[in-house]
């Protein structure tokens, strides 16, 4: 069974930063892609960052990128996301999802395991 922690979340003023981390157990983490998903109070979960098997390849929503950073360290079984310029807007709850293939991907249903979210709050 594929077990997702994530930590690092907390409040912050605007303009502030915060590192979030998922630790993953239960399968070959070097063999999947990664993401980080969110939702804000009210809307749909939203794609947010996807990082590959090797962590060569990236990429991001429209809203987070420049100031937000996926990446991985295949030997802690870890996936992190480094947050910066942080904005009220990116309030929300922030969940780490493990991939069935190795490359990147937006689409929710990528994604067979699913942490239990971590709330980031950005204040103005």
């Known amino acids: 069974q594929v077990q997702l922690v994530e930590s690092g979340g907390g409040s912050v003023q605007a303009g502030g930063s915060l590192r979030l981390s998922c630790a993953s157990s239960?399968?070959?983490?070097?063999?999947?892609?990664m993401g980080w998903f969110r939702q804000a109070p009210g809307k749909e979960r939203e794609f947010a960052a996807s990082?590959?098997?090797?962590?060569?390849?990236?990429v991001y929503a429209d809203p987070v990128k420049g100031r937000f950073t996926i990446s991985r360290d295949n030997s802690k079984n870890t996936v992190y996301l480094q947050m910066n310029s942080l904005k009220p807007e990116d309030t929300a709850v922030y969940y780490c999802?493990?991939?069935?293939?190795?490359?990147?991907?937006?689409?929710?249903?990528?994604?067979?395991?699913w942490g239990q979210g971590t709330q980031v709050t950005v204040s103005s």
């Open positions: 990082i590959n098997w090797s962590g060569g390849s990236t």
């Open positions: 999802a493990a991939s069935l293939f190795r490359s990147t991907g937006k689409a929710g249903p990528q994604y067979a395991y």
């Open positions: 239960g399968r070959t983490f070097s063999s999947y892609a």
